[in-house]
Nanobody, 115 residues
Framework: QVQLVESGGGLVQAGGSLRLSCEASGIIFRINAMGWYRQAPGKQREVVATITRGGTTNYADSVEGRFTISRDNAKNTVYLQMNSQKPEDTAVYYC?????????WGKGTLVTVSS
């Protein structure tokens, strides 16, 4: 059984930084892509950033230049470094792991950015 454990969420002031981590454990034959999504109150879940096994990254326009996604393939772990945070970054952040053809989700970690 695959389990994703997220950590690093919390409360931060606008302009501050947080780093999220997500470790995948269990039987995973090959992780293709990993990513972070977020869902703010009353809004749909949206992609924040993704990274392929080879290291190719993609970011939402709203976080480009402020957030950095990275991964450690040996540890099956993905990170999200969030800098220059804004109140609109407040959301529950979810880790996603895609191991074709299955997609796994973490339970989410709350990030609150105060103004």
């Amino acid at each position: 059984q695959v389990q994703l454990v997220e950590s690093g969420g919390g409360l931060v002031q606008a302009g501050g930084s947080l780093r999220l981590s997500c470790e995948a454990s269990g039987i995973i034959f090959r992780i293709n892509a990993m990513g972070w999504y977020r869902q703010a109150p009353g809004k749909q879940r949206e992609v924040v950033a993704t990274i392929t096994r080879g290291g190719t990254t993609n970011y939402a326009d709203s976080v480009e230049g402020r957030f950095t996604i990275s991964r450690d393939n040996a540890k099956n772990t993905v990170y999200l470094q969030m800098n220059s945070q804004k109140p609109e970054d407040t959301a529950v952040y979810y880790c996603n792991v895609f191991s074709a053809p299955v997609s796994f989700w973490g339970k989410g970690t709350l990030v609150t950015v105060s103004s």
